[in-house]
């Protein structure tokens, strides 16, 4: 019913910025939740950023407050997190993710019923 496709993920050298894209298809994309979510190699998978259905309410994780931004745009069905001032610490496979639901973006997101496959973001020292 809904099918999500992140892009935008590379290589990037520390302080350097980037900027994820996820394009979603589907009738409900505009009245879904939409957020990122994030997973190091070896690590757990949690919770980057989330973004209400008309752009009103979003929340972000202690680690990325005041470096992301989570954005998106209904008229083109895709959602953005604009990540600036890059860490080697934020180096992750990206995945972009929707629901109905705001609550199934906690508990890393177990709940959620739709994800896309991924984008690996790299950020070099």
């Known amino acids: 019913q809904v099918q999500l496709v992140e892009s935008g993920g590379g290589l990037v050298q520390a302080g350097g910025s980037l900027r994820l894209s996820c394009a979603a298809s589907g009738r409900s994309f505009n009245t879904y939740y939409m957020g990122w979510f994030r997973q190091a190699p070896g690590k757990e998978r949690d919770l980057v950023a989330v973004?209400?259905?008309?752009?009103?309410?979003?929340y972000y994780a202690d680690s990325v407050k005041d470096r992301f931004t989570i954005a998106r745009d209904n008229a083109k069905s895709t959602l953005y997190l604009q990540m600036n001032s890059l860490k080697p610490e934020d180096t992750a496979v990206y995945y972009c993710?929707?629901?109905?639901?705001?609550?199934?973006?906690?508990?890393?997101?177990?709940?959620?019923?739709?994800w896309g496959k991924g984008t690996l973001v790299t950020v070099s020292s």
């Open positions: 993710a929707a629901d109905q639901a705001y609550g199934v973006f906690l508990s890393r997101g177990r709940e959620l019923n739709y």
């Open positions: 973004i209400s259905w008309n752009g009103g309410s979003t």
